[in-house]
């Protein structure tokens, strides 16, 4: 049973990637369901993925935390959420990080009742999704029923005026080619071959429009799968967060590697292609719920997964990726009856 009878004010911390962010949504409708739809939920999280919420009418305000480990008192930005928990305390800490760097800002953040990493002495948590660990560090306080039906969700702009900026069409499957590692010095090694890819869009734009999608920066990296045929929309760097949301949200399909986008996608419930390599595809894969379907593609080798580990490290092939070719991803498409 949870620990708590009554919580009206709620803060959640994590500074993460955008697809840890993603994660984390699945909190906000568990803690409704316990504690009823009035309760006041606000986030620490970084600026640009902090962008996330920007049409979730469940989020109160979000507190931006751009340098995570200067000191607070030279960041105006902790002070800031300090200041503002003094004025009004918080009933609820939540915190999703682990990181030294915030442990001072959870002891002067003012809250009665404070649960979550780096707070609780927790047992780490091997092969299970990320979303499943997440939710573990707040089983505390939410009655397990609630939290079995706890999932990530999001909420993107209208369709509507998609369609209308960009000239959407009805169906069109969505390709997100890109991942945060991408600029990265180094073996990228999370990432597709450009051959593939371009092999793969040739392949698939034949028989339906396709929307090539990536963040503003990624451009140098699109330009080695350019030029693209006919029926496909090139987004990239033209979508905010809530933008991608809705694109991806209505799409037939969403073909990526491990990336923010995957996880947007098994959010929004899109079929969801992944192509995974040196990661697990059980661990790293996109949080599968009871609405969603995730197909992660992967050849499954006897090296794999090796992500973060010396094997990876020492290996300059990266045949768990290479080797997944344009026609499994299609024959994956097809026996899914999205083709």
Same mark, same amino acid.
């Given at each position: 049973?949870?620990?708590?009878?009554?919580?009206?004010?709620?803060?959640?911390?994590?500074?993460?990637a955008?697809?840890?962010?993603?994660?984390?949504?699945?909190?906000?409708?568990?803690?409704?369901?316990?504690f009823?739809?009035?309760?006041?939920?606000?986030?620490?999280?970084?600026?640009?993925?902090?962008?996330?919420?920007?049409?979730d009418?469940?989020?109160? &305000?979000?507190?931006?935390? !751009? /340098? *995570?480990?200067?000191?607070?008192? =030279?960041?105006?930005?902790?002070?800031?959420? @300090? #200041?503002?928990s003094?004025?009004?305390?918080?009933?609820?800490?939540?915190?999703?990080?682990?990181?030294?760097?915030?442990?001072?800002?959870? &002891?002067?953040?003012?809250? !009665? /009742? *404070?649960?979550?990493?780096?707070? =609780?002495?927790?047992?780490?948590?091997?092969? @299970? #999704?990320?979303?499943?660990?997440?939710?573990?560090?707040?089983?505390?306080?939410?009655?397990?029923s609630i939290?079995?039906?706890?999932?990530?969700?999001?909420?993107?702009?209208?369709?509507?005026?998609?369609?209308s900026?960009?000239?959407?069409?009805?169906?069109?499957?969505?390709?997100?080619?890109?991942n945060?590692?991408?600029?990265?010095?180094?073996?990228?090694?999370?990432?597709?071959?450009?051959?593939?890819?371009?092999?793969?869009i040739?392949?698939?734009?034949?028989?339906?429009?396709?929307?090539?999608?990536?963040?503003?920066?990624?451009?140098?990296?699109?330009?080695?799968?350019?030029?693209?045929?006919?029926?496909?929309?090139?987004?990239?760097?033209?979508l905010?967060?809530s933008?991608?949301?809705?694109?991806?949200?209505?799409?037939?399909?969403?073909?990526?590697?491990?990336?923010?986008t995957?996880?947007?996608?098994?959010?929004?419930d899109?079929?969801?292609?992944?192509?995974?390599?040196?990661?697990?595809?059980?661990?790293?894969?996109?949080?599968?719920?009871?609405?969603?379907?995730?197909?992660?593609?992967?050849?499954?080798?006897?090296?794999?997964?090796?992500?973060?580990?010396?094997?990876?490290?020492?290996?300059?092939?990266n045949?768990?990726?290479?080797?997944?070719?344009?026609?499994?991803?299609?024959?994956?498409?097809?026996?899914?009856?999205?083709?």
């Amino acid at each position: 049973m949870p620990i708590l009878k009554e919580v009206k004010r709620v803060l959640i911390l994590r500074c993460g990637a955008l697809g840890d962010l993603v994660y984390a949504t699945s909190v906000i409708d568990a803690l409704r369901a316990q504690f009823g739809e009035e309760i006041i939920i606000d986030f620490i999280t970084t600026p640009s993925s902090g962008k996330l919420f920007e049409n979730d009418p469940r989020v109160h &305000q979000i507190f931006p935390l !751009k /340098h *995570k480990k200067i000191p607070i008192w =030279l960041s105006p930005q902790k002070r800031a959420v @300090i #200041n503002y928990s003094k004025a009004h305390p918080y009933d609820l800490l939540i915190s999703l990080e682990f990181g030294k760097q915030f442990k001072s800002l959870i &002891q002067a953040i003012d809250a !009665k /009742h *404070k649960t979550g990493m780096g707070i =609780l002495e927790t047992t780490e948590i091997h092969n @299970i #999704n990320r979303g499943e660990a997440t939710k573990s560090y707040y089983s505390d306080i939410v009655e397990p029923s609630i939290l079995l039906k706890a999932k990530p969700i999001l909420f993107g702009k209208p369709f509507a005026k998609l369609i209308s900026k960009f000239s959407l069409p009805k169906h069109y499957i969505v390709i997100a080619p890109s991942n945060s590692h991408n600029q990265k010095k180094g073996l990228n090694y999370r990432a597709w071959p450009f051959e593939h890819w371009r092999s793969l869009i040739q392949t698939l734009s034949t028989d339906t429009p396709i929307v090539i999608v990536g963040a503003r920066g990624e451009e140098a990296f699109f330009d080695q799968i350019k030029p693209y045929p006919k029926n496909v929309i090139d987004l990239v760097s033209q979508l905010s967060i809530s933008e991608l949301i809705t694109t991806v949200q209505h799409s037939s399909a969403l073909i990526c590697t491990d990336s923010a986008t995957g996880h947007i996608g098994a959010a929004v419930d899109t079929p969801t292609f992944v192509l995974m390599g040196p990661n697990n595809p059980i661990t790293d894969s996109p949080y599968k719920s009871d609405t969603n379907t995730i197909y992660p593609i992967s050849l499954k080798l006897p090296c794999s997964p090796c992500y973060k580990t010396e094997a990876m490290k020492q290996c300059q092939e990266n045949i768990c990726m290479t080797q997944i070719t344009p026609a499994m991803v299609v024959e994956s498409l097809k026996s899914t009856k999205v083709l």
